[in-house]
């Protein structure tokens, strides 16, 4: 079986790719208008704080379908085989969850943001409607991280967190 390419780079992942450019090329002229130029460009300071928002909420979602945000992986590798299981499932419960309830308060934000941006003429809600709907992939992914696990014995669930640990990356 042929190695993964660590470029490769799922659809799913494409947003927080795009978002980091475009973060990375107001911040450079920003930089470059402010220093070089002496004479900064008023919108670049709000928009990429925007954008390191949007970045940050996309680039959560990859790192859930990675499996690679933090957890106490020492927890599983302690616990004795048969409670592995139970504990996996008790955990990416409370991520659905919480995702789940993340998502509805963003959407409500959303609804009653009724302000504009200082210096571009745009809704803040698109901002707002960008997290929720991030956080909906997010629920999306974890209930199916979920579900895996549901099907999944201790051992398997033991082998994809060591899996995990190397850095590669799970069938989700």
Not at 9 to 14: E, G, H, K, L, M
Not at 29 to 34: E, H, K, V, Y
Not at 70 to 88: C, N
Request: hydrophobic share 55%; net charge positive; with cysteine.
């Amino acid at each position: 079986m042929t190695e993964p390419s660590p470029l490769r780079v799922r659809w799913i992942d494409a947003p927080a790719l795009v978002l980091f450019g475009l973060l990375a090329a107001v911040v450079l002229l920003q930089f470059l208008t402010r220093y070089v130029l002496a004479d900064s460009l008023a919108w670049t300071e709000e928009i990429a704080r925007y954008l390191l928002v949007a970045t940050a909420y996309a680039g959560s979602v990859t790192a859930l379908r990675k499996g690679a945000h933090i957890f106490l992986e020492l927890t599983y590798r302690l616990a004795p085989p048969a409670s592995v299981k139970p504990l996996a499932i008790m955990a990416d419960s409370v991520t659905a969850a919480f995702h789940a309830l993340l998502t509805v308060h963003a959407m409500q934000l959303a609804n009653v943001a009724d302000r504009r941006m200082t210096s571009i003429d745009l809704p803040r809600s698109i901002v707002y409607g960008f997290v929720a709907l991030t956080l909906a992939v997010a629920t999306v992914i974890a209930v199916r991280h979920l579900l895996r696990r549901w099907r999944q014995g201790s051992r398997e669930i033991i082998a994809d967190i060591e899996q995990a640990a190397g850095r590669e990356e799970p069938a989700c």
